[in-house]
């Protein structure tokens, strides 16, 4: 499986960006998929995953301001990250699990990185 993320960079305090990943080698209607960051000195952390179904869960710092989504059509998963905060700052991947189910564990397919980072 391949991922291919873009969208991130510089913005305010307040702002939004949007984040895509191309997917191929997994269809992202059948496999959980999900959106980590890693700050610098910080462990890297789940931020956002959907299920096969499109079941969805957040981590709680990021709950009611991100949001995840797919398209099917393009293999495409999306994080639209509003009212951002300097504590946002980190590198974002996605990836894919290898299963249907949401979980923090068992992703086996992981995009470059893309930086986002919040000017306070």
């Known amino acids: 499986v391949q991922l291919q993320a873009s969208g991130g960079g510089l913005v305010q305090a307040g702002g939004s960006l949007r984040l895509s990943c191309v997917v191929s080698?997994?269809?992202?209607?059948?496999?959980?998929m999900g959106w980590f960051r890693q700050a610098p000195g910080k462990e890297r952390e789940l931020v956002a995953a959907?299920?096969?179904?499109?079941?969805?869960n957040y981590a709680d710092s990021v709950k009611e301001r991100f949001t995840i989504s797919r398209s099917i059509a393009k293999n495409t998963v999306y994080l639209q990250m509003n009212s951002l905060k300097p504590e946002d700052t980190a590198v974002h991947y996605c990836a894919a699990n290898r299963y249907p189910v949401l979980s923090a564990k068992n992703y086996d397919g992981w995009g470059q990185g893309t930086q986002v980072t919040v000017s306070s």
């Open positions: 080698g997994r269809t992202v209607g059948s496999y959980a």
């Open positions: 959907v299920s096969w179904t499109g079941a969805t």
